[in-house]
């Protein structure tokens, strides 16, 4: 009773008269995500990855982009996404040290930001969105659709990797029962003999998750997780 009045008084989200193009486009498709009883083996998702600035969602900006799709157990290499986004990077500013991209990258190859979330949002469309720490990149690009004027959020269903692998390889335990850095992708990458030579590349990230969530998929499987609606709460 509850889901049905929910349903009813919950209007489909509605971009702006004024939002570009690309922004209605991917909330007309929004409207029609894939049905909770949607099988896991016919789900399409799109495993992304952000290197950034910084760690502050508020003040850090994304510098590149990169996304691989999941479908049908098999992760579709040539189905994948890869952006730098132009930044004005601070003098100082250490996260090249992490990523390898340097200011001069962005600034002279990178797409506007709004020229790069139309780039993933026409990618991404209604697909699950999966990231390691998903908020975090979420929340990033969040940040971009602000600053491109769009008053609006990701509305995708999504998967976190890392809360996910907690949830499906330790059912019967407490959550707060284990050590939290044993879930970091570094740590999962060599439980599960996932390949790291593109680590800290938003596209190496990107194909490193996607080869997890396979992992991940086999697992919930045989947990009798057979739907999107019991994979994704």
Same mark, same amino acid.
């Given at each position: 009773?509850?889901?049905?009045?929910?349903?009813?008084?919950?209007?489909?989200?509605?971009?702006?008269?004024?939002?570009?193009?690309?922004?209605?486009?991917?909330?007309?498709?929004?409207?029609?995500?894939?049905?909770?009883?949607?099988?896991?083996?016919?789900?399409?998702?799109?495993?992304?990855?952000?290197?950034?600035?910084?760690?502050?969602?508020?003040?850090?900006?994304?510098?590149?982009?990169?996304?691989?799709?999941?479908?049908?157990?098999?992760?579709?290499?040539?189905?994948?996404?890869?952006?730098?986004?132009?930044?004005?990077?601070?003098?100082?500013?250490?996260?090249?040290?992490?990523h390898g991209i340097l200011p001069s990258q962005v600034q002279e190859q990178g797409l506007?930001?709004?020229? =790069? +979330?139309?780039?993933?949002?026409?990618?991404?469309?209604?697909?699950? %969105? @999966?990231?390691?720490h998903v908020k975090f990149d979420t929340d990033m690009l969040n940040g971009m659709l602000?600053?491109?004027?769009?008053?609006?959020?990701?509305?995708?269903?999504?998967?976190?990797?890392?809360?996910?692998?907690?949830?499906?390889?330790?059912?019967?335990?407490?959550?707060?029962?284990?050590?939290?850095?044993?879930?970091?992708?570094?740590?999962?990458?060599?439980?599960?003999?996932?390949?790291?030579?593109?680590r800290h590349t938003a596209p190496g990230d990107a194909f490193t998750t996607a080869i997890?969530?396979?992992?991940?998929? =086999? +697992?919930?499987?045989?947990?009798?997780?057979?739907?999107?609606?019991? %994979? @994704?709460?």
């Open positions: 009773m509850a889901n049905w009045l929910h349903k009813l008084f919950t209007r489909p989200p509605q971009a702006a008269p004024h939002d570009p193009e690309f922004w209605k486009i991917y909330i007309q498709s929004i409207n029609s995500q894939p049905a909770a009883a949607t099988p896991l083996q016919d789900a399409v998702f799109v495993v992304f990855d952000t290197e950034t600035t910084g760690l502050d969602t508020k003040t850090d900006k994304v510098l590149s982009i990169g996304a691989v799709k999941v479908q049908g157990q098999q992760v579709l290499v040539q189905d994948s996404l890869e952006c730098l986004v132009h930044q004005e990077v601070e003098l100082g500013n250490k996260s090249p040290e992490v506007t930001e709004q020229e =790069a +979330l139309q780039a993933f949002l026409y990618f991404a469309g209604n697909a699950i %969105l @999966v990231g390691h602000r600053r491109s004027g769009i008053q609006g959020k990701l509305l995708n269903r999504s998967i976190d990797t890392a809360q996910l692998a907690q949830r499906l390889e330790r059912f019967r335990h407490s959550p707060d029962s284990f050590n939290r850095s044993d879930y970091s992708l570094d740590a999962l990458s060599q439980k599960y003999n996932l390949p790291t030579e593109a997890l969530l396979l992992k991940l998929l =086999a +697992l919930a499987k045989k947990r009798g997780i057979k739907t999107v609606g019991e %994979l @994704v709460r």
